[in-house]
């Protein structure tokens, strides 16, 4: 799928598309380094300022303070 089509998939979806702001982008460069992926650590910094739970399998989420569901 050619990129703008997948974006305007996303936007006409029933999604909240996040934005990168620095309070954000901070947070996550202040977690703890349990998990060294740097997009995990962003997803894990979003899902905790916007108080959403996550959706993961990934166990090295359960070191973080954020709802999860899936494990």
Same mark, same amino acid.
Not at 46 to 52: F, I, L, N, T, V
């Given at each position: 799928?050619? !990129?703008?089509?997948?974006?305007?998939?996303?936007?006409? $979806?029933?999604?909240?598309? !996040?934005? #990168?702001?620095?309070?954000?982008? #901070?947070?996550?460069?202040? #977690? %703890? #380094? =349990? =998990?060294?992926? %740097?997009?995990?650590?962003?997803?894990?910094a979003? $899902?905790? =300022?916007? +108080?959403?739970h996550?959706?993961? *399998?990934?166990?090295?989420?359960?070191?973080?303070? *954020? %709802?999860?569901? +899936?494990?």
């Open positions: 799928m050619p !990129l703008d089509a997948f974006f305007d998939t996303i936007i006409n $979806a029933p999604f909240k598309v !996040l934005p #990168l702001e620095r309070s954000r982008i #901070l947070m996550a460069s202040a #977690l %703890p #380094l =349990h =998990h060294r992926d %740097p997009v995990d650590r962003m997803i894990i979003q $899902a905790r =300022h916007e +108080g959403m996550l959706i993961t *399998v990934d166990a090295q989420f359960k070191a973080y303070d *954020v %709802p999860l569901i +899936g494990i």
